[in-house]
């Protein structure tokens, strides 16, 4: 069992819709907790961080993190067709500064 | 800025060959990585090295070995090169004290036939 799970997807939504992206974790000494974009072919770049529990959010970005239930989401507002990516959940897990990665769930913006 | 450069960007050995893989960093980051990325697998990491002098084994580090040649360079080789090395590899790095997450080099596409 992979220490962080996504589901694969493709998460389909259309054009203005808000997508909602979810991710679970097993190890409970895990701190902080990631989201990156990757384009096709592309690297990952990291789109936000949460460290506390509850709501971060940035721009069209809130990121969600509830330490009892071990889930982090990603939710997208007015989803644009430039979103359409995969979206890696990652948890620092093992030690310092040391990162595990979800496989992605690709999500596939509507226009 | 350049950020985080690794060379080269594809790369096509046979079986038996040897390679290294560069990665530098230009954001006096401390700590570096080598992470792995396959379809269905996720990103898994190879190596890491916390700071200039040290390196530690991630989860995949059979049939590589690392030099942190110094705090801006990190290689990553492949001594005999498998097909089950075939990949995309990313090297990494992050500033030490609060973690505000990696940033990626833009990758190197291996395949070993």
């Known amino acids: 069992q992979k220490e962080v799970e996504q589901n694969s997807g493709p998460l389909s939504v259309p054009e203005g819709a808000i997508a909602s992206l979810n991710c679970t974790y097993s190890?409970?000494?895990?701190?902080?907790f990631f989201w990156y974009r990757q384009y096709s072919g592309k690297s990952p770049e990291l789109i936000m961080f949460i460290y506390s529990n509850g709501d971060k959010e940035d721009g069209r970005f809130t990121a969600q993190l509830n330490k009892a239930s071990q889930y982090v989401s990603l939710l997208i507002r007015d989803s644009q067709p430039s979103d359409s990516a995969t979206y890696l959940c990652a948890g620092n897990s093992g030690g310092y500064q040391k990162v595990t990665f979800g496989t992605g769930t690709k999500l596939q913006v509507i226009p | 800025n350049a950020g985080v450069t690794q060379t080269p960007k594809f790369q096509v050995l046979k079986t038996g060959q040897s390679m290294t893989l560069q990665c530098a960093q230009d954001?006096?980051?401390?700590?570096m990585y080598w992470y792995r990325q396959d379809p269905g697998m996720g990103l898994r990491l190879i190596y890491y090295s916390a700071s200039e002098g040290t390196t530690d084994k991630g989860e995949v580090p059979n049939g590589y070995n690392v030099s942190r040649l110094n705090k801006r360079e990190f290689s990553l080789r492949l001594e005999s090169a498998a097909p089950s090395q075939t990949s995309v590899y990313f090297c990494a790095s992050t500033n030490t004290g609060l973690f505000y997450g990696y940033t990626f080099g833009s990758g190197t596409r291996l395949t070993v036939v």
């Open positions: 190890d409970r000494g895990s701190q902080s």
């Open positions: 954001m006096n980051h401390n700590s």
